[in-house]
């Protein structure tokens, strides 16, 4: 107990459970690249079907299901509409020129979350030949950098008008849709009827050692697999992953409210007894505290750490927190006996 190490830089550190591992171990397998696993194919079917839509492919990083996403939504010189705090912006690794060669518009929306009037306002004119064609406008729910903070679903229907009136096309990257969609009363359907392509992550709170989905049309998951193959993403005997995926989706996705309720516990502590001096609303697993201007998140980090209290900076006054599958209340006690009086000031 003492040593143990209260790990809450990312939902992603989890570890598959043993029932989990067992899922994986009695998985059947093929040949992915011949569409010949079946457990990838039961996987691709299964989430295809939950979110209404025609078909999806199964991918190791979510990076690479929104890549794939932009490359097959766009042309070279066309521009992407996101917010600045977005992932495919901030995180992707300049993924977006380098495989779509799109431009980029980032925008300053609320936590990371767009509105209608924001996207219509940065639409370009597609006669004036100085500006690129505006052609897809990607929305993230919940958002990373804005603290997982959840759209309202009236607006993303104010959205899907814009696109629809100037004819744009809506990817969401729902890597953490699942912890949206606890917290809602929406469906994955609902998602399904107002994007065209979903990506969703099966690594963050469901727990897999890897996985990301991409949904989609028949004709648009086509192509992504063709662009797949491309960036030498064909894989083989992927089946062990997608059963840890199909488990995760049955038995995991309930338990993300448990995670929420334990971010907004952390949240609280957190502000009772270090110098965090306000938080960003906490609506889902991720925690965003704000330091005063004369403490900086690297030293915070560094503190909070020699207690065995793993954190990550997330801007210069800024630190997150993640809850997760694998910090259970028992690590909510003894992040709470190693809080006391942590002040630096
Ligand atoms: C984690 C994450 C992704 C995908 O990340 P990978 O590490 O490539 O799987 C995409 N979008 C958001 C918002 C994320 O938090």
Redesign the pocket.
Known sequence: MENEIIDLRSD?LTLPTPAMKNAMNNAVLGDDVYREDPTVNKLEEKVAAMFGMEASLFC???????QLAIKVHTKPGDEVICDQL???YL??GGGIAMNAFSSVRPLAGDYGKLNAALVKDAVNNPDDIHQPITKLVVL?NT??KGGGSIYNFDEIKKIKKICTDYGLILHL?G??LFNALTETSETPKDYGEVFDSI?I?L??GLGCPVG?VLIGSSEFIKQARRSRKAMGGGWRQAGGLAAAGIYALDNHFPLLKEDHLRAKKVGNLLLANTDIIRLYPVETNIVIGELPEDIDAVTFVVIMKEKNILCSPFGKNLVRFVTHLDFTNSHLEILESRLKDLKIK
């Open positions: 992603t190791p990083t979510g990076t690479m299901t929104n977005s992932h495919i995180y992707e993230e958002t990373n990257d890597a953490r990506s992550c690594s963050k990301s």
